[in-house]
């Protein structure tokens, strides 16, 4: 005797099956849809863009882009749970005039915040510091202006042009920093100059150790900075 329809009959178990699984697809569609609307309306919080602005140091003359130190404070960054992205903007050779020059082209990449280091060239070449605050100065009216927050990366003058001009260019950053209010790391060799170990053949660039000490040094000041918690040396 035949068992009555919708118990025991196989395929009246299998369409009620196959229905079931149906649902469970247009089920996990709709669960899919909505995860994906949350996503829409609460989109990951965009990277902080912060611009690397200098000459030969910031660029990483004579070492891969990776190695630069730019590239390595962004994988430290990171590290410390800082969305960022550090892009290079140096150039081998500019001087504070020419990064003022330039500076217009750079702010194109709308960054949100900008590390400053140039004067090293200033120094090398025996450059008026006062020419060379009056840059820097400038530099850093049109980054507050615009409302880029800045960071002072600061150089200190070789000693060949003696005590007067060193006194005078050493102590350019400090006066920027306090005139602007903005985090100063006083030595952006700090730990490398010097040392032929961390510098390449010239004994002024840093290699690859060097720029990664430059990096993790850096990083805490930087850190500090994009926490708002200042950062000043």
Do not use: C
């Not at 118990?7 to 899919?32: P, T």
């Not at 990951?44 to 404070?73: H, K």
């Not at 590390?115 to 060379?132: F, H, M, Q, S, W």
């Not at 010239?202 to 805490?220: K, Q, Y």
């Amino acid at each position: 005797m035949a068992s009555p329809r919708g118990y025991g009959d196989k395929g009246v178990v299998v369409n009620i099956g196959k229905r079931r699984a149906g649902r469970g697809r247009r089920s996990a569609a709709v669960l899919g849809l909505a995860a994906l609307a949350l996503l829409l309306a609460f989109p990951a919080a965009a990277a902080t863009r912060i611009l690397a602005f200098g000459d030969s140091l910031t660029a990483g003359l004579g070492l891969p882009a990776s190695q630069a130190f730019p590239a390595r404070l962004q994988a430290l960054l990171a590290a410390e749970g800082l969305a960022v992205e550090v892009v290079n903007a140096g150039v081998s050779g500019d001087t504070s005039a020419d990064g003022l020059a330039r500076l217009d082209w750079a702010m194109a990449d709308h960054p949100d915040a900008m590390l400053v280091e140039l004067g090293a060239n200033d120094a090398l070449r025996g450059i008026d510091p006062k020419l060379t605050y009056a840059n820097l100065d400038q530099i850093l009216a049109r980054l507050k202006a615009s409302g880029v927050k800045a960071m002072l990366l600061g150089m200190l003058a070789p000693s060949n042009w003696g005590d007067a001009y060193r006194q005078e260019f050493d102590a350019i950053y400090r006066r920027l920093a306090d005139k602007y209010q903005v985090p100063l790391y006083p030595f952006i060799l700090d730990g490398v100059a010097l040392d032929p170990g961390l510098t390449q053949p010239d004994g002024l660039h840093p290699n690859a150790a060097g720029a990664e000490i430059i990096a993790e040094r850096l990083t805490p000041y930087v850190a500090r900075f994009l926490r708002g918690a200042g950062g000043r040396g």
